[in-house]
């Protein structure tokens, strides 16, 4: 009995240690065959479960205008991606996931079921839409818990990853200057196109590392690497005068019931452009929304004639050449200037005999086209040539016009040379003509337009810097002198142009009334009225041409060009600092201008602290409250304090870093997140 124990008790033991024996060796197999056979293979298909390589799109470089606002920059907004080789039940995800992103169900299964690696679903998404798609990440997950599965069979394949989306705090400000980007943040008009190699950055791909529920637990800061932002670009812009500017265009616009308008302000000894404004405009942030024209800088690409305010670029020639003096005298023929049987010039009214000074004072057609027989046609063609006049000014903006200027040596009837000197026949841009303004109040010197400043690394480097550059003399000192002394008289009594008088300052200009071409004939109806001004005109600060295009009810640029010039102009003098010599108390220098930025905050919810703040040119001393505040606002009331901001979200600030009240110094990042109220 003992015996048959024992041997079932051995006959056991002897099972036990092979099946051991077996056990450990289908498992030394197992093991040679996934690290030796197979562990190549795995370590790749471990690796590619865990992670992911996600395009990351560079933060293009801000904008910046003369004084370091910010008019266009980049703030932080989330996107939809998806691996379509990795979703499980892509139809139930195009289904539960189509309200949620607003696609439609069809469009997004077609995404969804693409044979790529990687797609973009939805990009830039809104605060809303954002927090519906986080909504149902969270019930997926939740409901895949409950069965006991994996999230990653179901879903974790699409997700969400921060991008930067470009923005335009000043709206609509400057918006055809700067341009506009697509959805992947590349410059299509504008600045944005000009300078996009400098602002767009380098764009990068990171693995995005997920754990065992597939979920990214990489910080998505990647995104934000200081490596892949784009520089910063300086203007010339000055913003508190370019919201002078498309402020008084639009009034005279809506009160002339325009078609549109333009206005340029430059400084003549730099040719920094401190103002392009025009009408109608657009908002870069809303592009799609405007019609081509509206998108296109047409101080740049639109081509108009000049009409009178030529005839100082005649004269100036004439003076220049010693051809004939400010008191020589022409018969301008009682109003009627015969060149043959069919060609005759008239003038507006009738005059007899005038000085070359009042033949401008009175813009008389028929003086100036003698002056411009007596000069000749080829010291002309020269002397408009040299001016900038039918060649491209090499503005850095794209798609510039080189405008129309026949050569007059060339042209041999008589009438085609007389109209061409009162400004028909030849077609220029608002920036040649006011670059040909800025030369006569530059004692004759003419300066390439510059439109930027400098060029600056994220790091704070320049790169590069646009300095003042003199093209060639025009004009002598004495003969660019005895013009602008002649345009004064424009703006005097007896003038074409007493309404851009600025009190305090004398002014130096020259109107016209310029008919639009419609097919082949000049239309008696439809006209563009100009004017065109130095101010102070004795070295004068600041050349502005405005342009006004088919006003109802005026025609003439004396009537209806004019007066906006005079509240452009006097209101940038106050701005830069220039007050008038002799000024009665009971005298409007600027005419609705409180001596207060152009831009404060606006809100209800703004404290009492932080108005004031605004209203004060001085930079801030500690941190203010922003919360409440719009990006434009905040902008506003940070900028002159030197500090970098970083901005998340949209709509108004909700959260910031440094909090309220922390002492400010130069040069510290802020970072404020916004969130859109319904």
């Known amino acids: 009995m ?23 060796l289908v498992m030394a197999g197992r093991f040679f065959q996934l690290q030796i056979l197979q562990g190549g293979q795995l370590r790749e298909e471990a690796e590619r479960e865990s ?8 933060v293009r470089g801000p904008i910046k205008d003369c004084r370091g606002t910010e008019l266009a920059i980049s703030t932080k907004v989330h996107s939809v991606v998806a691996h379509p080789q990795q979703l499980a039940h892509a139809a139930r995800l195009s ?63 699409i997700y969400l990853i921060p991008e930067a989306r470009r923005y335009y705090p000043q709206q609509a400000l400057a918006g055809p200057v700067l341009g506009f980007c697509d959805v992947d943040g590349q410059g299509l008009e504008g600045m944005e196109h000009q300078f996009n190699q400098y602002l767009y950055g380098k764009p990068k791909k990171c693995w995005n590392m997920l754990d065992a529920r597939g979920h990214i637990v990489v910080s998505g800061e990647k995104a934000w690497d200081s490596e892949a932002t784009g520089h910063n670009l300086v203007l010339t812009l000055d913003r508190t005068l370019q919201y ?37 405009t657009m908002d870069p942030n809303l592009y799609m929304k405007f019609p081509e024209e509206a998108r296109r800088n047409r101080h740049v690409t639109h081509a108009l004639e000049p009409g009178s305010t030529f005839k100082v670029f005649i004269a100036a020639a004439a003076l220049d050449a010693q051809i004939v003096k400010p008191n020589d005298r022409f018969n301008c023929e009682g109003g009627e200037y015969y060149l043959g049987p069919n060609d005759v010039i008239h003038d507006a009214h009738p005059y007899g005999s005038l000085t070359v000074q009042q033949i401008i004072q009175k813009s008389s057609n028929i003086g100036t086209a003698k002056i411009a027989f007596r000069t000749g046609p080829a010291r002309l063609d020269d002397y408009l040539h040299a001016f900038g006049f039918g060649s491209r000014t090499n503005v850095l903006f794209p798609g510039e016009n080189a405008g129309l200027l026949k050569k007059l040596r060339h042209t041999p009837s008589l009438l085609d040379r007389a109209t061409c000197a009162f400004g028909q026949g030849v077609s220029v841009t608002p920036l040649q003509l006011t670059m040909a303004l800025a030369a006569l109040g530059n004692e004759g010197v003419m300066m390439e337009p510059r439109l930027v400043k400098e060029v600056v690394s994220p790091k704070g480097e320049k790169t590069q810097e646009f300095t003042p550059k003199a093209i ?18 424009v703006t005097q009594n007896g003038g074409t142009a007493k309404d851009a008088a600025v009190p305090g300052f004398t002014v130096a200009g020259k109107t016209g009334t310029a008919q639009k071409l419609v097919g082949r004939a000049y239309s008696q109806s439809k006209y563009n009225a100009l004017f065109m001004g ?8 600041l050349a502005i041409t405005v342009i006004l295009d088919e006003p109802k009810g005026a025609c003439y640029g004396g009537v209806v060009a004019a007066p906006i010039f005079r509240e452009v102009a006097a209101q940038s003098l106050r701005v830069l600092g220039y007050y008038p010599q002799h000024h009665q108390e009971n005298t409007p220098v600027l005419a609705g201008l409180a001596a207060t930025p152009a831009f404060t905050p606006a809100s209800a919810e703004v404290k009492k602290t932080v108005r004031r703040a605004a209203l004060s040119q001085e930079p801030l001393k ?16 940070l ?15 909700v959260s910031q870093e440094p909090s309220p009240g922390t002492p400010i110094t130069p040069g510290v990042s802020c970072e404020v997140k916004f969130q859109s109220q319904s």
């Not at 990440?137 to 179901?154: L, T």
């Not at 003399?473 to 004064?488: L, Y």
Request: charged fraction near 25%.
């Open 639 to 653: 900028h002159r304090s030197g500090l970098h901001c970083r901005f998340e979200g949209s709509g108004r600030a």
């Open 472 to 489: 060639r003399r025009v004009i002598t000192p004495h003969t660019a002198q005895q013009i602008v002394e002649i345009m004064e008289t």
């Open 2 to 24: 003992n015996e048959a124990i024992n041997k079932w008790t051995r006959f056991r033991i002897i099972m036990v240690g092979v099946g051991l024996a077996l056990l450990i």
């Open 51 to 58: 992670q992911r390589l996600c395009p990351v799109l560079p």
């Open 95 to 157: 289904h539960e996931l189509a309200t949620v992103l607003g696609i439609p169900q069809r469009d997004l299964a077609e995404i969804l079921t693409q044979t790529r690696p990687f797609v973009w679903v939805k990009r830039h998404l809104t605060p809303e839409k954002e927090e519906a798609f986080r909504t149902w990440q969270a019930k997926n997950e939740k409901k895949f818990r409950g069965k006991g599965q994996s999230p990653r069979h179901d879903g974790e394949a």
């Open 244 to 280: 002078i500017a498309e402020k008084e265009l639009y009034r005279g616009v809506q009160h002339w019931q325009a078609a549109g308008g333009l206005i340029l302000v430059v400084k003549p000894q730099t040719g920094e452009i401190l103002a392009m404004a025009q009408y109608p």
């Open 534 to 541: 130095l101010i102070p005109s004795k070295n004068p600060v």
């Open 622 to 637: 500690v941190m203010p409250d922003l919360r409440g505040l719009t990006i434009r606002q905040v902008l506003d009331l």
